[in-house]
């Protein structure tokens, strides 16, 4: 998949640090064709910005309203918007 298409920047809220949320983020991403990233915020939030197609893209937003297995999801704040073609690929920041 290419980086046309558009960009997803989310912000994940709940208990998604230590129970393998950016692990697992970036491996659905990646499956997906997606390119980006995902971190750890100091709020105990995660973010994550990740470009390529808009179906791809729902559906990895769609996983991260669930998430790994041990997270709790309580919120996701979604923006949209181009995609800058920054990225060759996904990783964990």
């Known amino acids: 998949m290419t980086n046309t298409g558009e960009r997803l920047r989310l912000v994940i809220r709940g208990r998604v640090q230590g129970v393998w949320y950016r692990a697992s983020a970036a491996d659905r991403a990646g499956e997906l064709g997606l390119t980006g990233w995902v971190s750890n915020r100091p709020d105990g939030a995660v973010e994550l ?3 390529g ?3 791809a893209l729902d559906r990895l937003l769609e996983w991260c309203r669930e998430g790994s297995p041990l997270a709790r999801v309580s919120q996701v ?4 918007s181009a995609p800058s073609g920054e990225f060759q690929a996904f990783h964990v920041r």
């Open 77 to 80: 704040e979604i923006e949209r």
């Open 53 to 55: 197609g808009r179906e």
């Open 49 to 51: 910005v990740a470009e």
